[in-house]
């Protein structure tokens, strides 16, 4: 049975998709070739039709997770940016969430390839950001983040990572409310 061309496509897509939500629910050293492939529903051989090894699909897996979320929606101003990153939902569900906050640590760690995806990733993380804090015409017309962007980021990103952490309901909707509350008097 003859594919159309649009099906090698469709299957990568669906393979990268998975992996992203995988990787940021496990961890990336937890995702296998196998366990992931029998996941969506293919053999672990057809792997290789897509990929040239487990790198390589990281590194679109990051790449793709990278455009999900509050701070890739370009519809989304400052402040419903930080009130949708910073929510109890985006906390209790990293395989839905930011990729920087959900495999950070991990990505640090990797091969040269995923480390410079990563490296990408938080560099469009800090440009999109900071387009939300001043406007895209601003925002061009500066050669680096602001020390508020920068501050901002890192609060976001903290707080996600330190309300996953605590193992404490309560104490992780204080962390969100109070980082919340902090970047947008900041912002």
Known sequence: MR?????????????????????????LDAVSIPGLMKEVG???????????DRDALVVEAV????????????????????????????????ELGCVLAALGADGARASKSVRAAFAETARGFLSRLEVKRLGAARAARRSAPADETLAAASQLLGAIVLARLVNDDELA??????????????G
């Open 3 to 27: 594919y159309p061309d649009s099906h090698k496509l469709e299957v990568k897509e669906k393979i990268v998709r998975a992996a992203g939500r995988l990787l940021r629910r496990d961890g």
């Open 63 to 94: 790449r793709v997770a990278a455009r999900e979320g509050a701070i890739a929606d370009e519809s989304r101003d400052f402040a419903a940016t930080v009130r949708d990153y910073l929510s109890e939902g985006h906390a209790a569900h990293p």
């Open 173 to 186: 909707k204080r962390i969100l409310a109070v980082a919340r509350k902090q970047a947008l008097a900041a």
């Open 42 to 52: 293919l053999t672990h051989g057809g792997f290789y039709n897509h990929f040239a």
